[in-house]
């Protein structure tokens, strides 16, 4: 395995990070995204969760080959890509409003509580993926992850919006 792999895969080595490595990993995501939005938008923000993918995709063919263990819990770039996409309403939602995003906390904190609660608990489409045993199952089952958990902010931030306020 090279250290580049290495690098990526556990994310400049926050995968090492005891206890609880996936939760490291998606606590530093957030800082890390909240920089490239700052820098480049939600559009370069997007395209930043693709390459991430296709990288951490890439690292963790490298650091799984040989091994019976498919997903290491050092790995957490897939961590990293799930709190994304988990985080990307919140950034959609400032950008369109043209606001700072850090007023938007509640939906930070619901996107790093949902993101962690479904890459936990592993329901439905996110265990299947999970089950495939691979290096693109280590990275889908975050990406399901964190699309249900984006969709879960939109629905709590709607139902905040439109029936408490």
Not at 52 to 71: C, I, P, S
Not at 103 to 111: D, H
Not at 129 to 148: K, S
Request: charged share 15%.
């Amino acid at each position: 395995m090279t250290l580049l792999a290495r690098l990526i895969g556990t994310v400049c080595f926050v995968g090492y990070m005891k206890p609880a490595p996936g939760t490291w990993g998606s606590l530093v995501a957030l800082p890390i995204g909240f920089v490239i939005y700052q820098v480049g938008g939600f559009w370069l923000f997007c395209a930043a969760i693709i390459v991430a993918f296709f990288k951490g995709w890439w690292a963790t063919a490298q650091m799984t080959k040989g091994l019976e263990n498919h997903d290491p819990s050092e790995i957490v770039v897939d961590e990293v890509v799930g709190q994304w996409i988990a985080i990307a309403p919140v950034f959609f939602a400032a950008t369109r409003l043209d606001i700072d995003v850090t007023l938007l906390w509640p939906g930070w904190l619901a996107a790093f509580l949902l993101f962690r609660a479904f890459d936990i608990f592993k329901p439905w489409l996110v265990g299947w993926a999970d089950r495939r045993d691979d290096a693109l199952g280590v990275m889908l089952d975050d990406v399901i992850a964190g699309i249900f958990a984006a969709i879960s902010v939109l629905i709590l931030a709607a139902f905040f919006h439109l029936v408490i306020m």
